[in-house]
């Protein structure tokens, strides 16, 4: 399988819906609660890309740009985004849907690095030569 099927196969998509237990005092989607799922989805596609225990080393940016209302449907889609040789950058997007309508936006955007560690936690290529 080339890199880029690799790729395309690792993506990955869930949906959830926003509670008003996941929300702050403004009814919006709490930060460290979409910092969270984003983190698991990075998760998730690391480890569908590389098949290795992969960990989280770091989150480089996170941008909200739009505030996720609750009562709304979201996607959050991950994608892997640079490959190094004992680690990876995985972007994770989130777009919000009104559940009645057809209106979608993308809400938050982040960058997930995650490195692939041995049994003895040690650092390990992410890809075989």
Known sequence: MTTEERITKAETRIFKTVFPNTTNHYDTLFGGTAMHLMDEVAFITATRFTR??????????????????????????????????????????????????????????????????DKNKNPIKVMED
């Open 52 to 117: 290795k225990t992969m960990v989280t080393v770091s989150s480089d940016r996170i941008d909200f740009k739009k505030p996720i209302p609750a009562g709304t449907i979201i996607e959050l889609v991950g994608k892997v985004q640079h490959i190094g040789n004992t680690s990876l950058k995985v972007l994770v997007e989130i777009y919000v849907e009104e559940m009645y309508s057809f209106e979608r936006e993308k809400a938050i955007t982040g960058t997930f690095t995650f490195v692939a560690i």
